[in-house]
């Protein structure tokens, strides 16, 4: 089955600065890859997705990052602020019962 | 209104109890899910459902079973409740089948067995 590697496992970055989530996965036959932002005591909510016919996609301050080949995709956060301090989770499609299959998430600090 | 809804948020039980928790999602999808989050915030897929197929992960306990009475709703049952079960669940829905349709999620229950 699909496995997911996400690091760092927690990060803090100066407010203002970028932020850089890595995940691999091992499934080839993944095919789409979201990304949540879990704030403490809330759902998951998704905050951009990509799929495997795309390399990269943007959406304002957030982007994504896909490399087929390597089997690895990254979220990059650009001029980051205090309301993006969150679990960020990556997932790939590969996975059992047909759901998603997260990585084990990224605490990300936004130092003031 | 809220798209994916469960009941309770909370819930407290004995070990050894039978519980439910209840979800409807207002979406119009067909299809829904159940995930358990740990308590080191690992999520990971338990059921999808859609159009009465149901795709079990194989890791889940035969004391787990999910229960749709209609597209709208599916609803997770646990009997013989363990400590183990701690954590909290979350249902998701999707317009299609298939993982690679964008998933929405409830506010998730927490479940805390004692």
């Known amino acids: 089955g699909e496995n997911v590697e996400q690091h760092p496992s927690t990060l803090s970055v100066q407010e203002g600065d970028s932020a850089v989530i890595k995940c691999t996965y091992s499934?080839?036959?993944?095919?789409?890859f979201p990304w949540y932002k879990q704030e403490l005591g809330k759902r998951p909510q998704l905050i951009i997705d990509?799929?495997?016919?795309?390399g990269e996609k943007k959406d304002q301050r957030i982007a994504v990052t896909l490399n087929k080949t390597a089997k690895h995709f990254s979220l990059h956060i650009t001029e980051t602020q205090p309301e993006d301090s969150a679990v960020y989770f990556c997932?790939?499609?590969?996975?059992?019962?047909?759901?998603?299959?997260f990585g084990k998430g990224t605490h990300l600090i936004i130092q003031p | 209104d809220t798209a994916v809804s469960q009941t309770p948020k909370y819930l407290v039980t004995q070990m050894g109890n039978d519980k439910s928790i209840k979800c409807e999602q207002n979406?119009?999808?067909?299809?829904m899910y159940w995930y358990k989050q740990d308590s080191k915030k690992f999520l990971k897929i338990m059921f999808s459902?859609?159009?009465?197929?149901?795709?079990i992960n194989e890791t889940v306990p035969n004391r787990f079973s999910p229960k749709s009475p209609d597209k709208a709703h599916l609803n997770l049952h646990i009997n013989s409740l363990e400590l183990g079960d701690s954590a909290v669940y979350f249902c998701?829905?999707?317009?299609?089948?298939?993982?690679?349709?964008?998933?929405?999620f409830g506010a998730g229950t927490r479940l805390s067995v004692l």
């Open positions: 997932a790939g499609s590969g996975g059992g019962a047909d759901g998603l299959t």
């Open positions: 998701a829905s999707s317009h299609r089948a298939g993982a690679k349709n964008i998933q929405y």
């Open positions: 459902y859609n159009n009465k197929e149901l795709i």
């Open positions: 499934d080839s036959a993944s095919n789409y």
């Open positions: 990509i799929r495997s016919n795309v």
């Open positions: 979406l119009g999808h067909d299809t």
